[in-house]
């Protein structure tokens, strides 16, 4: 408090969470403040290798409470089955169709904006 010319000093925590916004009330007026998010998402594992006959597997997400993210596959022969999308920490659950190329190939998921690489052996 005051009277006066003066300064005030808002101290605003940082944010690990989605975007956010409060207000003050300052000499009777009101001051906005706008916080992007500060949502950080990680997965474990980064890479997991699948024999030539397919298989399932998970991936692990980690994120603070409120972050969303989501999970897709950019391969027709991965496909998610479990945890598409989320909120906080989650699991995705994935299967990987049968090599039948018979060559090795690699595809990918993106969770939440990290890439997931899949390793499929060759016949």
Same mark, same amino acid.
């Given at each position: 408090?005051?009277?006066?010319?003066?300064?005030v000093?808002?101290?605003?925590?940082?944010? !690990? %969470?989605? =975007?956010? $916004?409060? @207000?003050? *009330?300052?000499? /009777?007026?009101?001051v906005?403040?706008?916080?992007?998010?500060?949502?950080?998402?990680?997965?474990?594992?980064?890479?997991?290798?699948?024999?030539? !006959? %397919?298989? =399932?597997? $998970?991936? @692990?997400? *980690?994120?603070? /409470?409120?972050?969303?993210?989501t999970?897709?596959?950019?391969?027709?022969?991965?496909?998610?089955?479990?945890?598409?999308?989320?909120?906080?920490?989650?699991?995705?659950?994935? $299967?990987?169709?049968?090599?039948?190329? /018979?060559?090795?190939?690699?595809?990918?998921?993106?969770?939440?904006?990290?890439?997931?690489?899949?390793?499929?052996?060759?016949?």
């Open positions: 408090s005051g009277s006066g010319n003066g300064t000093r808002l101290d605003i925590q940082a944010n !690990t %969470g989605p =975007a956010r $916004s409060g @207000t003050a *009330t300052i000499a /009777g007026r009101t906005s403040v706008n916080q992007d998010s500060g949502c950080t998402i990680s997965i474990a594992p980064g890479t997991q290798p699948v024999p030539v !006959t %397919g298989g =399932a597997g $998970s991936v @692990t997400v *980690t994120a603070g /409470g409120g972050c969303a993210w999970a897709v596959s950019n391969v027709p022969w991965v496909t998610v089955t479990r945890g598409g999308s989320g909120s906080g920490a989650g699991t995705v659950d994935f $299967s990987v169709d049968p090599n039948a190329t /018979g060559a090795p190939r690699t595809g990918t998921l993106t969770i939440g904006g990290q890439v997931f690489t899949i390793e499929q052996a060759g016949a």
